[in-house]
């Protein structure tokens, strides 16, 4: 047996086993995984005594190189897989936004532009449809077949990505009939927008009133009617960043029911909370992103709803833009500060820290939340999500007892603050390898940009 790496010593955890052994790598498969692997003709050799080797973590929700509000995220998809590497992630899946009028094929192709001779690590595309015609009707079912298995709506900003119910109804329709995944952005548009003019007419303009005219109730609503109208279509539905409990009660009703609802949370509804934004001066807008961040209870029932599986996924939602200059176009108006916060360095840390450390759930759980439910659910596993003969040989070799604290003057996003600032971490990842090639060598960037490979997903088969 000849291998091009052999990883040794290590304990191999996957979303259901934990035990010691050795994992052996060749053309960038996992090929062998014993208790005892022979080294000799080995190319590389990597001991992982008194680490864990896990799947590579799967973030299914960034947004780099992403235009907003009149500027663009600030993580390209160079510096965005990078920064997501060096937190143990060797798979993304961004989001190829559709303009009103166009194909979703432009805006596929637009995306695959951005992202050519950039990546460091594998990625792929959701697409989002904005303006739903018979031509891109059509087009679903083509993307599709072409590796682009999931479609996101959104449910609010009206007049700029906001979708009706019947486009949401039809979309559906066509992904039920295809084998797509529908994602939604559940939060009730219309009334958020009516509360927000009403604010702004008082002359309330403050960062915090981004979160305070963004009511719970109307994530829990659109959550209910997004699963209402997957149930009359046959459809299965995914939520994106999950924030707040009456959300939470909307999808364990669906899935008590047997329903193929499924939901991810992110760090920042994990970790934060409206307090956040009582931050001084104008530095609330460190944490304006949407859904906003929620009353501090709401974080042990997300805790809990990863604990039961009433969420499935952990993504970052990840969309970055500066304090200074970009942040700063909202200075006078909350409306005008771009959405989004950087977190696509540090899921698997906080995640690890808050859920296995916290003694909220075990590390194969952990495993299931950042890589395997992610594989199936969009279309990547067996390929990616676990250690099997055959996988991709993407994976982490994770130090769970090395701590960290998180700080902007440390991270490697290209973004000038942190939202999760001086929060200690326990379990770090110290080697990350995509393909079976050191992307992360003992904490040091050692891969390449643009050997990234776009990754066709097969159609949605349930987790
Ligand atoms: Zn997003």
Known sequence: MRFDTVI????????TDTYASDVGIDGGRITAIAQSLPVENAGKVIDATGLL??????????????????????????SGTIAAAFGGTTTLIDFAIQTKGHSLRQAFDTWMKKADRKAAIDYAFHCIITDLGAAQLEEMGALIGEGVSSFKLFMAYPGVLMV??????????????FGGLICMHAE????????????LAEGKKSPKYHALTRPTTAEGEATSRSIALAEMAGAPVYIVHLSCNDALEK??????????????TCPQYLYLSLENMDAPGFEGAKYVFTPPLREKWHQEKLWQGLAHDTLQVVSTDHCPFCFKEQKELGRDDFTKIPNGGPGI????????????????FSP??????????????FGLFPRKGT????????LVIFDPNREQTISAATHHMRVDYSMFEGIRVKGVPKTVLSHGRPVIENGIFVGKPGSGEFVRRSPYAGI
């Open 8 to 15: 040794r010593n290590g304990t191999v955890v996957t979303a």
């Open 53 to 78: 080797v896990m799947p590579g973590g799967i973030d299914v929700h960034t947004h780099l190189d992403m235009p907003f509000g009149g500027t663009t995220s600030a993580d390209d998809f160079e």
């Open 164 to 177: 009706d119910d019947a486009t949401i109804f039809r979309a559906m329709s066509q992904a039920a009939k």
């Open 188 to 199: 009730n548009g219309g009334a958020i927008d009516v509360i927000v003019q009403k604010a």
């Open 251 to 264: 999808v364990r009703e669906a899935r008590d029911r047997g329903l193929p609802a499924y939901a991810e």
């Open 345 to 360: 360095e540090h899921r698997l840390s906080l995640v690890y820290t808050g859920g296995v450390h916290g003694g909220r």
């Open 364 to 377: 194969n759980r952990f495993v299931q939340l950042v890589a395997t439910a992610p594989a199936k659910l």
């Open 387 to 394: 250690i099997a003969i055959g996988s991709d040989a993407d």
